[in-house]
């Protein structure tokens, strides 16, 4: 696939970036400095488990649901600890209170390598660059200390939009947003439910980021608006530099 696009969105986590260490590693550490000493591997099991059953219960982050981002990552936080075999203690307070505060930035993230390199190429080519992420308010200082916001034209994410993908109306306003059709738009991501397949439902084209060297599903294979890289240098390749458009003066 090669397209001259006016817009490129992207997804963020496992895209752009992606956890130093584990949940559970992180979880655990946090804990140890509030004198709690759990097991890592717990913790990541207790934590998958949970947000699987939060997400369910409280949908995007609770946003319709009446109750704030940072109640609803407080609650998962204290049944993933309990869960892990720690003891109720008003030390799990201070343990989510930690946790929320440290993921309202980089410090736990990291960007994958040539990552800032290519979206400048992209840019370069007159391309508008957007996020379209299932991520809470946090994500703009996220994308601030990984030194990533400066390249967005507009950063997406569901709570701001108050649907998640795969939901096609994130894409809409992310289109609204740019001024761009389904058509001039590539959609970049890691996954294929939330971002493969509803970008390529709404008609815009889309590049699935397949680090882990995963089968293409053959009903993907077939179709002219998808393609399948290894990493995001791969991308580069797939966009070709905008046609300006030419005026006649005199």
């Not at 003891?87 to 343990?95: G, I, N, R």
């Not at 979206?119 to 994500?139: A, Q, T």
Request: hydrophobic share 40%; aromatic share 8%.
């Amino acid at each position: 696939m090669a397209v001259r696009p006016k817009l490129l969105t992207l997804d963020c986590t496992n895209t752009l970036f992606k956890l130093k260490r584990t949940p559970g590693t992180i979880y655990a550490a946090v804990a140890d400095s509030h004198g709690i000493q759990v097991d890592s591997a717990k913790l990541d099991c207790a934590f998958l488990k949970n947000y699987r059953e939060q997400s369910q219960s409280y949908c995007n982050f609770g946003c319709r649901s009446g109750i704030s981002t940072k109640v609803w990552w407080t609650d998962l936080v204290k049944k993933t600890l309990l869960d892990a075999g720690v003891p109720k203690s008003k030390a799990l307070d201070a343990v989510a209170k930690q946790l929320f505060d440290e993921f309202s930035g980089g410090k736990h993230w990291e960007v994958y390598p040539q990552t800032k390199e290519a979206l400048e190429n992209i840019r370069d080519k007159g391309v508008k660059l957007g996020v379209i992420s299932n991520f809470d308010e946090r994500l703009q200082e996220v994308l601030v200390d990984l030194d990533l916001c400066r390249l967005f034209d507009f950063v997406l994410t569901s709570v701001d939009a108050q649907v998640a993908k795969p939901n096609c109306r994130i894409f809409e306003i992310a289109l609204q947003l740019a001024g761009a059709e389904p058509s001039e738009t590539v959609h970049l991501g890691d996954n294929l439910e939330l971002d493969v397949k509803p970008a390529l439902c709404l008609g815009m084209h889309a590049i699935w980021i397949n680090r882990n060297n995963v089968d293409v599903p053959p009903e993907l294979s077939e179709c002219g608006n998808f393609h399948a890289v290894s990493n995001i240098e791969e991308v580069v390749k797939c966009i070709k530099k905008r046609r300006e458009k030419q005026t006649l003066t005199g």
